[in-house]
């Protein structure tokens, strides 16, 4: 079965600094991958997608991510954080069977002024 | 437009009590999938239905039911409840099935339950 590895579990930045998230998946065929972003309070909001082509993916509010197909990674970036992005991040998996994500376990990321 | 919306938002039941929790999906979206997302966990798939069908099932037990309504409402039964149900429970709903659905998932706030 297919699974997810967010190695990072809680990050500490403060505003201004880079933001890298680590994000390997364990699955050897074809996949669509996923960032999805939950605020305090708030619903859970996709932030970027890979299906297919360019491997750098750009999604909302500056975020971006590369996939890495020999690697099995699919990292999240943002060049600057800002103090709203704190909130926890997930990644996830799709390998096919309806609309069935496999997420990580997910990383909170606390912005800090 | 109204987003994803699921009732209730909180409750507290027993163990071995039964719960329902519904969903309504974003007018126009004919899929509703169903996750539950333990503390500290990511959200696990349970179920998803697509115009009154069973599309997936993820590996929970029989104690876990859905269905799909003709106006693509959705509900979510537990039975016999334990204590590890105690989770915050998400739908979310999509256009289509399959890979091009899952592409424009989008979720509810979820309805938290805890089982004491």
């Known amino acids: 079965a297919q699974s997810v590895s967010q190695h990072n579990h809680h990050v500490i930045l403060s505003e201004a600094a880079s933001l890298e998230l680590g994000c390997n998946y364990s699955?050897?065929?074809?996949?669509?991958l996923f960032w999805y972003v939950q605020y305090p309070g708030q619903h859970l909001q996709l932030l970027l997608k890979?299906?297919?082509?360019?491997?750098l993916v750009k999604g909302i509010k500056g975020f971006e991510a590369e996939f890495i197909k020999s690697k099995f990674s699919f990292n999240l970036r943002k060049p600057s954080v800002q103090w709203s992005d704190t909130a926890e991040y997930f990644c996830?998996?799709?390998?096919?069977?309806?609309?069935?994500?496999?997420f990580g376990t997910g990383t909170q990321l606390k912005v800090e002024l | 437009d109204a987003g994803v919306t699921q009732s209730p938002t909180h409750l507290i039941k027993t163990r071995g009590q039964h719960v329902t929790l519904r969903c309504s999906p974003i007018?126009?979206?004919?899929?509703v999938s169903w996750y539950q997302q333990v503390l500290g966990q990511g959200p696990q798939f349970i179920f998803q239905?697509?115009?009154?069908?069973?599309?997936g099932r993820g590996n929970f037990p029989d104690r876990f039911s859905a269905r799909q309504f003709p106006n693509y409402s959705s509900e979510l039964n537990v039975n016999a409840l334990l204590l590890g149900d105690s989770a915050l429970y998400l739908c979310?709903?999509?256009?289509?099935?399959?890979?091009?659905?899952?592409?424009?998932?989008?979720f509810g706030e979820g309805s938290r339950l805890t089982v004491l």
């Open positions: 890979y299906f297919s082509g360019d491997p």
């Open positions: 007018s126009g979206h004919k899929s």
């Open positions: 996830a998996v799709y390998t096919g069977g309806g609309n069935k994500l496999t």
């Open positions: 699955y050897g065929g074809t996949v669509n």
């Open positions: 979310a709903s999509s256009l289509a099935s399959g890979r091009a659905g899952v592409g424009e998932l989008f």
């Open positions: 239905y697509y115009e009154k069908e069973e599309r």
